[in-house]
């Protein structure tokens, strides 16, 4: 167990890990199985979704791990096309009772999708689901900004979390500082880039041989040390362990600098200003 994972405290009290266990494409009992490795190398934190249909699995790896409930934070989103406040709140009862959970600790709308324009609809269930229980803290990812802005000013409840794309190839600054200034905590998704050329930028190479430690290594550090929370997704327990020693370390200024000189853009098109999903 990696004892030396910082904890994050969130803008409504709620303690969360430093780093997180992204479950996107970890369904059924081969899912179960790496789930609960990973919980067992030390991971508290799992990251799934209405949409990525393992909420099954998440609950299937609350009830069989050893490590009591309330250490564990079990996260989910509410998809894009249940927006409309009823069918928010129906489809939160929905993952919890496909997850077989009383509740979770984190619960995020996935997407904003700005012409549908129910997000603030899909806000104020959530809130109505937290007051119930069913949901000890709400946040919201891929909002931008001016989505944020509203919620707080129709709602006048702040996200506690942004979960938002960030690796070296896009480091989202502007959000990061907008993040800071509002006290709204910065989740990283594919922090690692999904494994693309990104694991094998010779830059980045060099400062993990100085390091003596893998680029996947580096780039999560880097994270961290951006005040970024990360959630890496790994299948095999190799890539479970190595994402979780990086608490041993540090990147220099200069190693920083370099990393995030690497912005180039998003890698999968997805501008939460136009981009949908449902
Ligand atoms: N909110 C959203 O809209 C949104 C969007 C995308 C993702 N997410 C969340 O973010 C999580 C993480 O993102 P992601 O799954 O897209 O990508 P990612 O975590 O950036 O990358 C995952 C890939 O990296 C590989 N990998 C992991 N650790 C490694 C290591 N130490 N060395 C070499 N390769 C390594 C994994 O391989 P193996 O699996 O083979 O070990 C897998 O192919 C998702 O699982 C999901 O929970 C959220």
Redesign the pocket.
């Known amino acids: 167990m990696a004892e030396n994972i910082p904890e994050v405290i969130l803008n409504d009290g709620v303690k969360i890990p430093g780093i997180g266990f992204?479950?996107?494409?970890m369904n059924g009992a081969e899912g179960v199985e790496g789930m609960k490795k990973a919980i067992d190398l030390g991971y508290r934190l799992l990251?799934?979704?209405f949409n990525y249909e393992n909420e099954g699995a998440v609950g299937e790896v609350v009830r069989q791990t050893l490590v009591p409930r309330e250490e564990l934070i079990v996260c989910s989103?509410l998809p894009g096309r249940h927006h409309a406040y009823a069918e928010a709140l129906n489809t939160i009862q929905e993952s919890l009772y496909r997850g077989g959970l009383d509740y979770y600790d984190l619960y995020l709308i996935?997407?904003p999708n700005p012409r549908v324009d129910l997000y603030v609809e899909a806000w104020q269930a959530m809130i109505e689901a937290r007051k119930r229980g069913y949901i000890r803290s709400i946040g919201v990812?891929?909002f931008l900004p001016e989505h944020i802005d509203r919620l707080v000013k129709e709602t006048g409840v702040k996200p506690s979390l942004n979960?938002i794309?960030l690796?070296p190839f896009f480091n989202q600054e502007e959000m990061r500082r907008y993040h800071a200034e509002q006290g709204i905590v910065t989740e990283s998704?594919?922090?690692?880039?999904?494994?693309s050329r990104l694991?094998e930028d010779p830059r980045i190479g060099s400062i993990a041989e100085a390091h003596d430690k893998?680029i996947?290594?580096i780039i999560l550090r880097w994270h961290v040390q951006l005040g970024a929370l990360p959630?890496?997704?790994?299948?095999?327990t190799e890539?479970q362990l190595?994402?979780l020693r990086i608490f041993d370390f540090e990147l220099t200024a200069d190693e920083m600098q370099v990393i995030s000189s690497l912005n180039s853009g998003r890698l999968w098109n997805q501008d939460p200003a136009v981009y949908e999903e449902f």
């Open positions: 992204g479950t996107y494409k990251d799934s979704a989103k996935h997407w990812c891929n979960q794309e690796h998704w594919s922090p690692l880039g999904r494994a694991l893998s996947s290594q959630i890496p997704k790994a299948s095999s890539h190595d994402n």
